[in-house]
C-alpha cells in the first residue's frame, strides 16, 4: 500500500530563513509587497507595525546613537583643541621671558589660570649653572627617597600622592601629578620635577591620558636648560 505524504508538513527553522534572506539580498525587492503586509509588534508601545515602518525605526534609533557619539567626539575634540592652545601660548611665554625668577612666575601662573591647578612647584637636584652662594629654593637639597622615586618614573605620575612626595605639596589638596623634566627625553634621565597639585578630584587621575603633560614637561625643561650645568 502506497504511503501518502500529502498531509505531511516540514518546518522550516528562523536560522534557515535568516540564511536565505541573507544569501537572497533581493528578495523584498522582489516581493516589496510583503513590506507592508508583514506586521511586528512595535519597540516603542503596544500595537502593530509594517516591516517598512520597523525598519525605519531601527535606523532612527542607530542614527540617534549615532549623533551622540558624534557631538561627544566634537565635544572632545574642542577640548582638545583649547588645550593645544593653552600649551602653544605656554610654550611662546617660556620662549620670550628671561630669568629665572620670571620662568618660575610665569610656569606658576600659566598653571593656575590656564589649567586649574592649585598649586605647582619646581625641585632640581642637577647642580645649577650659576654658582653664586645664594640659590633660588628649587634648587634646594630634596629628600633622598623622593629624587630616587622621581628617577623611577618614565612618565609623568597622576592621582594620589605618593608617600615619597609627602610634604613636598600641600598634602590637603585631592589630586596631583610629577612631570619629570629631562635634560635629554630619550634617555629618561631627570634632572628635576615640576609638581601640579589641585583641588579637584578628577583634575589629575590616574587613567588619564598624558600626551599633554609630557609637552608641558618638555618645553619646561627646555627652558630650564639655561640654569642647570
Known amino acids: 500500500m502506497q504511503q501518502d505524504n500529502s498531509n505531511t508538513s516540514s518546518t522550516i527553522s ?4 535568516t ?3 541573507r544569501s ?3 528578495f523584498f525587492e522582489h516581493n516589496a509587497s510583503l513590506l507592508t503586509e508583514i506586521y511586528l509588534p512595535s519597540p516603542h508601545g503596544a500595537g502593530a507595525i509594517s516591516l517598512a515602518e520597523r525598519q525605519q525605526l531601527a535606523q532612527r534609533d542607530k542614527i540617534r546613537v549615532l549623533e551622540v557619539k558624534l557631538a561627544s567626539l566634537i565635544g572632545y575634540a ?3 583643541d583649547a588645550t593645544s592652545e593653552k600649551i602653544h ?3 611662546v611665554n617660556l620662549l620670550k621671558n628671561q630669568g629665572f625668577e620670571n620662568l618660575q612666575t610665569l610656569i606658576a601662573k600659566s598653571m593656575q589660570d590656564d589649567f ?3 598649586q605647582s612647584a619646581i625641585r632640581i637636584w642637577a647642580n645649577p649653572s650659576n654658582s653664586d652662594a ?3 629654593t628649587e634648587f634646594s637639597p630634596e629628600n633622598k627617597a623622593f629624587i630616587e622615586w622621581v628617577l623611577t618614573l618614565n612618565a609623568p605620575h597622576c592621582g594620589a600622592l605618593p608617600d615619597a612626595a609627602k610634604g613636598m605639596l600641600n598634602d590637603q589638596l585631592n589630586s596631583f601629578a610629577f612631570i619629570p623634566l629631562y635634560q635629554n627625553s630619550a634617555q629618561k634621565q631627570a ?3 615640576l609638581m601640579l597639585g589641585a583641588a579637584d578630584a578628577e583634575r589629575f587621575k590616574a587613567d588619564m591620558g598624558l600626551m599633554y603633560l609630557e609637552r608641558i614637561g618638555e618645553f619646561v625643561s627646555a627652558a630650564l636648560h639655561q640654569y642647570i650645568a
Open 14 to 17: 528562523e536560522d534557515q530563513i
Open 19 to 21: 540564511s536565505y534572506l
Open 24 to 26: 537572497h539580498p533581493y
Open 78 to 80: 574642542q577640548e582638545n
Open 89 to 91: 601660548a605656554l610654550c
Open 116 to 118: 586649574a591647578v592649585t
Open 134 to 136: 645664594s640659590q633660588p
Open 191 to 193: 634632572f628635576g620635577v
